[in-house]
């Protein structure tokens, strides 16, 4: 039986093995798929590990998938540039691909959420780690404008040579009410920090909420995430959490491990959403 797992830290939250059961079952494949976690010193022994065990595939959550991007043997030109990793591909004598499908993921589950091929004219992101950088270039192959605000804008600045036209915002900027660049055209807002896991809100002004056509946290939980308590209490139209891009891009993950395979999605995310319940 195939085994597959999913490196990360936490990780016994993590609903990944039964996103890739319930796909399984749609094809009448007999898989195996763990939770692995893991740590900065670890992490690295435990990827070779497992794939000299026989491994056929993983996937690498927080906070792992910068780790990953710098492990891997090969990387594919998304993953380059975002430098950032979310599954793994055994290649054979010790050699591993690493690709992301999270960017392509959000799309999917933005689209779904907005019914728009382009889910708006301008999106900001919130974070500067592997997930935010992960989601900059399909957002703009959509055709958004892209913004992205993190604590540390020494982290992000460099992003702006690798994707072009992406715009920063200073991070002291979202505690104020938005600025004329904003106003008079539709945006998301994205959580791509990991806030969320650790229960805690961010520093923002109400009005980037009660302004934007939809508010989304890339976290997931059984109860409406600190992130979206805080949009709702400022005022956002629509909010929605990461259960639906996590199954995206689960999916695609899925297709690359299983010859293309592509799994129906929307009756795995209806499944889960009852069992979070």
Same mark, same amino acid.
């Given at each position: 039986?195939?085994?597959?797992?999913?490196?990360?830290?936490?990780?016994?939250?993590?609903?990944?093995?039964?996103?890739? +059961?319930?796909?399984?079952?749609?094809?009448?494949?007999?898989?195996?798929?763990?939770?692995?976690?893991?740590?900065?010193?670890?992490? *690295?022994? *435990?990827?070779?590990?497992?794939?000299?065990?026989?491994?056929?595939?993983?996937?690498?959550?927080?906070?792992?998938?910068?780790? &990953?991007? /710098?492990?891997?043997?090969?990387?594919? %030109?998304? *993953?380059?540039?975002? &430098?950032?990793?979310?599954?793994?591909?055994?290649?054979?004598?010790?050699?591993?691909?690493?690709?992301?499908?999270?960017?392509?993921?959000?799309?999917?589950?933005? +689209?779904?959420?907005?019914? +728009?091929?382009? %889910?708006?004219?301008?999106?900001?992101?919130?974070?500067?780690?592997? /997930?935010?950088?992960?989601?900059?270039?399909?957002?703009?192959?959509?055709?958004?404008?892209?913004?992205?605000?993190?604590?540390?804008?020494?982290?992000?600045?460099?992003?702006?040579?690798?994707?072009?036209?992406?715009?920063?915002?200073?991070f002291a900027e979202l505690e104020r009410p938005p600025t004329d660049v904003f106003k008079g055209s539709q945006w998301l807002v994205i959580n791509a920090t990991s806030a969320s896991l650790q229960g805690a809100e961010l520093p923002i002004h109400p009005h980037w909420f009660a302004n934007a056509n939809l508010v989304y946290d890339m976290m997931y939980a059984a109860q409406t995430t600190p992130f979206l308590q805080q949009a709702r209490k400022g005022g956002a139209v629509q909010v929605a959490d990461g259960l639906?891009?996590?199954?995206?891009?689960?999916?695609?993950?899925?297709?690359?491990?299983?010859?293309?395979?592509?799994?129906?999605?929307?009756?795995?995310?209806? *499944?889960?959403?009852?069992?979070?319940?």
């Open positions: 039986m195939t085994q597959f797992t999913v490196f990360g830290n936490p990780i016994a939250h993590s609903v990944s093995p039964k996103i890739h +059961q319930l796909f399984a079952e749609q094809f009448g494949l007999a898989l195996t798929y763990s939770r692995s976690l893991s740590s900065s010193a670890t992490f *690295a022994a *435990a990827v070779a590990k497992f794939f000299r065990h026989g491994g056929a595939g993983a996937n690498v959550t927080v906070p792992f998938k910068e780790s &990953a991007a /710098a492990l891997v043997t090969h990387l594919t %030109p998304r *993953a380059e540039r975002a &430098a950032s990793v979310n599954t793994l591909i055994p290649l054979g004598l010790g050699q591993l691909a690493g690709d992301t499908t999270d960017g392509l993921g959000l799309c999917r589950d933005l +689209q779904r959420l907005t019914q +728009q091929k382009t %889910p708006a004219p301008r999106v900001l992101v919130i974070g500067g780690g592997g /997930a935010a950088r992960s989601v900059i270039e399909p957002l703009q192959e959509l055709g958004c404008e892209v913004v992205i605000s993190n604590r540390s804008r020494d982290r992000v600045q460099p992003l702006t040579t690798v994707f072009e036209g992406l715009e920063i915002l200073d639906g891009m996590l199954v995206e891009q689960a999916a695609l993950s899925f297709a690359l491990w299983h010859d293309g395979l592509q799994p129906s999605t929307e009756p795995v995310l209806d *499944a889960l959403r009852k069992g979070l319940r």
